[in-house]
C-alpha cells in the first residue's frame, strides 16, 4: 500500500515538471534593460556594476524576431538605433555578448531556459543597450585610367587667333598692317626707312 502511494507521489511529480517546462516554453522574456550609464569596477573588491543611466524592463514573447526587438528597444530607451549586448547567466560584466542575429538572440534564450530551470517564469535577462551610429552610403570607386591610352589634350595653337596673312607698311612714321584675302602670298615685307627685309 505504502509502495503504491510513493509510486502514485513520483507520477504527480513527474507530470508537475513537464507543466512547468510548458509554461515556460509559452511565457514571455523580460529584458532589463540598462542604458546612459557606464560599467564600471567597484571600490574596493573592484567587481563590476553599471553605474548611471536607466533601468527599464521590457517584456516581449519569447519567439520576437530581432529586427522587431531591435526597433522595441529603440523605442523604448528613445534612440533610433540600438545596440544589444547581453550579460550571460553565468558570467560577469565582463564577459558580455553581442546580439545582432535572430540566432543570437535564440541561443541567449536557450542558455537562459538553462540556467533559470528552478526559476518560476518570466525569465529576465540581463540587457545593456548603447546607441549605433548610421551606416554611411558607400562612394563609387574612382575608375582606373584605360592602360596603354594616354589623356586626349587638346593642341596648343587650337586657342590661337588665326594669323591673318598682310604685310607691315611704315609711312611717314605710320606704322599699318594691310592684310588681303585670297590665296596667301609666299612672303611679308617690313619697310622701314627704304630698307626692305626679306
Not at 545596440?83 to 538572440?105: F, I, K, N
Amino acid at each position: 500500500m505504502v509502495a503504491a502511494s510513493s509510486s502514485s507521489s513520483s507520477s504527480c511529480t513527474s507530470f508537475g515538471s513537464i507543466d512547468d517546462v510548458s509554461v515556460r516554453t509559452n511565457s514571455n522574456v523580460k529584458f532589463v534593460c540598462s542604458y546612459g550609464g557606464r560599467i564600471l569596477p567597484r571600490y574596493p573588491d573592484g567587481k563590476l556594476r553599471y553605474v548611471g543611466g536607466e533601468t527599464r524592463v521590457l517584456a516581449v514573447d519569447r519567439s520576437i524576431p530581432f529586427s522587431e526587438l531591435q526597433v522595441k528597444l529603440g523605442e523604448l530607451c528613445g534612440w533610433g538605433r540600438v545596440g544589444l549586448r547581453c550579460q550571460l547567466p553565468t558570467d560577469d560584466l565582463d564577459a558580455l555578448v553581442s546580439v545582432t542575429s535572430d540566432e543570437d538572440l535564440a541561443n541567449l534564450i536557450e542558455e537562459y531556459d538553462i540556467a533559470a530551470r528552478d526559476k518560476p517564469p518570466p525569465l529576465k535577462i540581463r540587457a545593456f543597450l548603447h546607441p549605433t551610429p548610421p551606416s554611411k552610403p558607400s562612394k563609387p570607386l574612382p575608375r582606373p585610367p584605360l592602360k596603354g591610352k594616354s589623356p586626349i589634350r587638346s593642341p596648343p595653337d587650337r586657342c590661337a587667333p588665326p594669323r591673318i596673312p598682310g604685310r607691315l607698311v611704315r609711312s611717314a612714321g605710320d606704322l599699318r598692317f594691310s592684310g588681303h584675302h585670297g590665296t596667301p602670298r609666299g612672303h611679308q615685307f617690313l619697310v622701314h626707312h627704304g630698307n626692305y627685309w626679306q
